[in-house]
């Protein structure tokens, strides 16, 4: 895989809504839209049979939406069929991703996004002591759906 495997294309998270997904990451994060896919008449819905196929989901109707931030693109889902599981995005359960962002100043980050109304993890930005994390400062925070974020400054910064 190493010889043809060159480059990571996207990392896709599904949303429950596509509008408060953009709106959040762009006012929130700065993250821009990078357009939406549609269909040959101009539906936003996608339900094509090669979907179906991919995901290996019959009947599966969706939207995507791509945005582009920080040498990153971010690929939304939002699923119109089959109908919404609510999984659980504790840090501890297997299977729960996040995405980390380095910051110059991670307390000023978590101070402004709490300013904002954002959902935040834990009570202050944490100062991680002792192991080859020394002096690092992060801390986790949800996006409208859930889905875990963090912010970190790198021991020294």
């Avoid at 954002?118 to 080859?132: D, F, M, P, S």
Wanted: overall charge negative; some cysteine; aromatic content about 14%.
């Amino acid at each position: 895989m190493k010889d043809n495997i060159f480059e990571i294309d996207h990392y896709a998270i599904t949303v429950r809504d596509l509008k408060k997904t953009r709106e959040f990451y762009e006012s929130i994060l700065g993250f821009e839209f990078a357009g939406q896919l549609l269909t040959e008449d101009g539906n936003d819905v996608l339900a094509y049979p090669s979907y179906e196929d991919l995901t290996g989901v019959p009947g599966v109707k969706f939207k995507i939406m791509f945005m582009k931030g920080y040498g990153i693109t971010l690929e939304f889902l939002e699923y119109v069929y089959p109908e919404e599981i609510v999984i659980d995005t504790k840090p501890y359960i297997r299977g729960t991703a996040h995405l980390c962002f380095h910051a110059k100043d991670a307390q000023k980050a978590y101070e402004e996004l709490s300013r904002k109304g954002v959902e935040l993890c834990a009570g202050k930005a944490v100062r991680i002591e002792g192991g080859t994390h020394e002096g690092v400062c992060a801390f986790y925070f949800k996006d409208p759906d859930g889905f875990l974020l963090e912010i970190k400054t790198e021991a020294g910064d």
